[in-house]
């Protein structure tokens, strides 16, 4: 399956349905057991994410957010690269990085765009007057009125051909700058939450399942209190590479004098007009935000770790009933049930000869033909796949054979075999999806950390994370790719910021696991919960 993931010599989600015919047929699990790792708590939390992300998506709602955020920011290069990158983040943590980034890259290049054209035109304005002055100084001298040593330098006065020059290049780095910085946000904001990229539900799936007794370790809340800061600080560190590589760091140009102030005001009027043709939010655009907003809140206060949380009053204290797949079904049921306009049951309209009203009953803000059409059902079958194989290996003891030789590694300092870790995954993720990456990983980190006797999460959450830093290459992650294509850009245009931030990438979730993670989760220790597990499996 690995070999097949890695080479796609077949779709992945039918790579991902093998153990339902070669565990059966090879004697380690029944077709039935293998079957219920398909749909697995996991798998529909990924579910009903995807499909509050559809809607999302359908009611136009993500390029209101993504106007009115460039709105507020304004223009100014180095505040326009953050606009572009927050808003991009923040869409990844809800919707898929690849949608994301088609949504974003159309507006990147059509604010540049008039931006550029707009500048354009007030050099050749300014530069026709210039021409205008000095040939009327010129003309001036010749009839003796005017001093002629009074003439302006024409080596001050650049030709309109270094002139044009100069400015394409300008919008040249600007605009791979830009397209780039939205990519990298991309990936980087999926890592935030934990719907917001397949690893994150793939840890939570072997945590859940090999590690039966972790108590929900890993759940909405404590995944974001840790990635959150995590992504905040790895955005950071992006915008000021790409500032660095692109921009530059002269204040003045980067804070208010690269770009116009008229060729600011005219874009963004432009951009005000855009907004204004979206119109006002309709019915259906609030009831999307009110049940993203009820989700997220239903998310947070679940078991958000400090305090008990709404759930227990619903689950007993063994085992909880209800999780936060519980919580993204339920706020999915209702996008069948809302309809998507005020009904009018006092409707005064015309009536047929049956006395009934000829008005149609308002769709709901979801239909099963949208669903059908639009959910990836290839991610539910690759999540299902990797458990399934997660699940194989324990059954047949070969996670236990593969945790017993790595106890060399037990020399190596966690810190440092971490780094290494990150190191092999975000090399292996740039030439394989980061899905399979973490599918053929974690059942071997898990079965290391119980070998190594160390904290499962202080090897596997730092090794997930770092399987959505890829950066380098187009073929990567699906937004390199899709903006390797859209922004025309070299292969050396991204390999060189992306070496880079790969590294950072490493640095700074280890950083995070070290410090607030290690707090968090008690990772310097090694849990009863995963002791019980060794015992169960020895």
Not at 166 to 172: A, G, I, M, V
Not at 495 to 519: D, E, M, R, Y
Request: aromatic fraction near 10%.
């Amino acid at each position: 399956m690995a070999l097949y993931w890695c080479t796609e010599c077949l779709p992945l989600a039918i790579t991902a349905l093998l153990p339902v015919i070669f565990f059966p047929m090879l004697g380690i699990m029944t077709s039935e057991q293998v079957c219920s790792q398909y749909f697995s708590d996991s798998t529909m939390l990924g579910a009903g994410g995807l499909m509050v992300a559809i809607a999302i998506e359908k009611w136009n709602l993500h390029k209101r957010l993504a106007l009115a955020m460039l709105l507020v920011v304004g223009l100014k290069p180095a505040l326009l690269l953050v606009g572009f990158m927050s808003i991009t983040a923040f869409l990844s943590m809800w919707i898929t990085n690849m949608a994301s980034t088609a949504i974003m890259l159309p507006i990147v290049h059509a604010v540049l765009d008039s931006l550029s054209k707009t500048e354009a035109e007030e050099e050749d304005r300014e530069l026709q007057q210039n021409m205008a002055i000095t040939t009327s100084q010129v003309n001036e001298s010749k009839d003796g009125i005017d001093n002629f040593q009074e003439q302006p330098n024409p080596k001050e006065l650049l030709s309109a051909e270094q002139r044009r020059l100069k400015h394409e290049q300008k919008y040249l780095s600007l605009k791979k700058g830009m397209s780039m910085s939205v990519c990298y946000a991309a990936s980087i904001g999926g890592t935030a939450t934990l719907n917001g990229s397949i690893p994150n539900l793939i840890l939570k799936g072997q945590l859940d399942k090999k590690f039966t007794e972790n108590g929900g370790v890993i759940n909405y809340a404590s995944w974001f209190g840790f990635s959150f800061p995590n992504m905040v600080l790895m955005l950071i560190l992006c915008w000021l590479l790409l500032h660095g590589m692109f921009l530059g760091f002269n204040v003045k140009d980067t804070f208010g004098c690269g770009i116009t102030r008229s060729s600011q005001q005219k874009v963004y009027e432009m951009m005000r007009q855009e907004f204004r043709k979206l119109g006002s939010m309709s019915f259906a655009e609030y009831s999307v935000l009110l049940l993203f907003i009820t989700l997220v809140l239903l998310w947070f206060t679940r078991d958000p770790g400090f305090i008990p949380g709404w759930s227990s009053l619903l689950s007993n204290q063994e085992k909880p009933f209800v999780t936060d797949s519980t919580v993204s079904i339920l706020i999915t049921f209702m996008f069948f049930i809302i309809p998507s306009k005020i009904p009018r049951c006092w409707h005064a309209g015309s009536f047929d000869i049956n006395g009934k009203s000829d008005e149609k009953t308002p769709a709901t803000l979801l239909n099963s033909d949208a669903v059908q059409k639009l959910l990836p059902w290839n991610i539910l079958l690759l999540l299902g796949g990797a458990f399934a194989l997660a699940k194989g290996s324990e059954v047949s003891n070969l996670s236990f054979w593969i945790g017993q030789n790595l106890l060399p590694l037990g020399n190596i300092p966690p810190v440092a075999l971490s780094f290494v870790l990150c190191l092999v995954v975000t090399i292996l993720t740039e030439v394989c999806n980061n899905a399979v990456i973490s599918t053929v990983f974690q059942p071997i980190l898990a079965s290391m950390a119980i070998a190594l006797k160390i904290h499962p999460l202080s090897i596997m959450l730092p090794t997930t994370i770092s399987s959505s830093f890829a950066f380098m290459l187009p073929v990567a992650t699906a937004p390199n790719a899709i903006t390797f294509n859209y922004a025309k850009l070299k292969i050396m245009d991204m390999v060189k910021p992306g070496l880079v931030l790969n590294l950072l990438g490493i640095v700074c979730i280890n950083f995070a696991v070290q410090t607030w993670g290690s707090a968090m989760f008690n990772l310097k220790e090694f849990p009863a919960w995963a002791n019980i597990i060794t015992n169960q499996t020895l």
